[in-house]
């Protein structure tokens, strides 16, 4: 194969660059919806973005879990389980998000840890 005849097509390292960011694509990050279902679901009764409540700010909780592979995952146990959580020294039941949906929850989380 003569090299000049290849440059004329994409190239390989291109067609695999796109390959590659074609999932990351269809997982973008929508914060419209992700506020949208964190207002829904109640969240920011205890959490805000940039203040500590009831519950810890997103950026603390995105502080907390920055570098950390199994990020995404605790935190879809813990907003998919209603785990206890202790406030102002009792323990009572952590809502779930109010949705079935794995996309929607994932979303959240993305957003949640993008702050």
Known sequence: MHLLSFRRGPSAVGVVF?????????????ADAAQALVKKSDCLKCHAVDKKKDGPSYKEVA??????PDAEQRLFTHVT???KVKI???EEEHNSLKTKDEAE????????LSR
């Open 63 to 68: 502080a907390k879990y920055k570098g950390k």
């Open 81 to 83: 389980t209603n785990p």
């Open 105 to 112: 929850v994932r979303n959240v989380i993305q957003w949640i």
């Open 88 to 90: 102002d020294g009792k």
């Open 18 to 30: 796109i390959l590659l960011l074609a999932p990351l694509a269809a997982r973008a990050l929508d």
